[in-house]
DNA sequence: TATTGTTATACTCTATAACTATA
DNA sequence: TATAGTTATAGAGTATAACAATA
């Protein structure tokens, strides 16, 4: 249950924690009732996958001076019809705090990748729109981002993702 | 690409989020050579049902007044042979720096859960050992995780618990 | 010299609450 | 009243670098 940007986790030392602390978990989950391994394994190796996942796209776009969240919002800005977002909405699309919004865009304009127009049917509300250089770096990173996703699923069968993107919608969908 | 624990979010606003922006990726994504989109689904896919999840886990942990990652030091220190762990031991089981340990640790000793003893074989080094009051948090809390997990993947059927874990794995060793 | 742990510092990402301006 | 955004504040979780003590 763990979300970390490191880049110090050698392959072997996370070998080592595999073997030694699942083993670990294993075997003290006889004494519950409810323990059923093959669920906790499939939690263990959804959490340790997605930590070696953020350890690699973090270290892709910190590069481009790009991180998770500004990059999601550069991607919310570059991929609309009419390309400028109320705040509001952008929060709504990441499901984060206004709040949260506000710095993330200011953190945007302060780098010149995003800019604040007035709405001129709301004086309450600022539209945010990309700039020419939020999307020059965006343009100059994905090629690299969609390729490293190609190269991480590129054992895959097509009726390997499709299971898995079907395994996961079930098991999300059993989250709430 | 995000973390976030928060719990504002109706899973009607996810829908909405899900038919509209990855809708969008979709379309755009046709612009880039490497781009493939049971791919890139399945990355979306898996980065919100993570998303999920944790805002699922730390609602059930704060309960207890416990974090993810206290949850993780308690984890390990209540599940080794000896029971007692050196710090730098925990930083290479949980694969984070020895400086994020010792800010670890101390919040555990600060609750009572956790105590540092001093090594005889190494007088440089801790030994870190939960303490009863720990070990009661724990054991109080882990029935309702292991629940849980029970309840999310009650759907599943073995075969499709062993098929997620095979695929998940199949992900992790592309990653890097 | 190498290792263990601490301290100092900083960064990213997030939240809530109180506020202003406007609808 | 309700909504859009800001500010102030906080907190979790992480890192690196320099350091002291010990191996």
Known sequence: MKNQMTSSASSSSKDL???YYWTQVREFGRK???FDW???RVLLRFIDTYDGLMVRFSK???AYK?????FNVLMILSRGSGEKFKQHDISKLL???RANVTGLV???VRKGLAKRESDPTDRRAWLVKITPKGKVLLEAYLPYHYAEVGRIFSGFKLAEKKSMDQLLLKFKDGIL
């Not at 790009?66 to 500004?70: D, E, N, Q, R």
Request: charged share 15%; no cysteine.
């Open 17 to 19: 924690r595999t073997d």
């Open 106 to 108: 200011n953190a945007l």
């Open 66 to 70: 790009l991180s998770p969240a500004v």
């Open 38 to 40: 093959p669920s906790v």
């Open 95 to 97: 499901l984060v705090s």
């Open 60 to 62: 892709l776009m910190s």
């Open 32 to 34: 519950y009732k409810n």
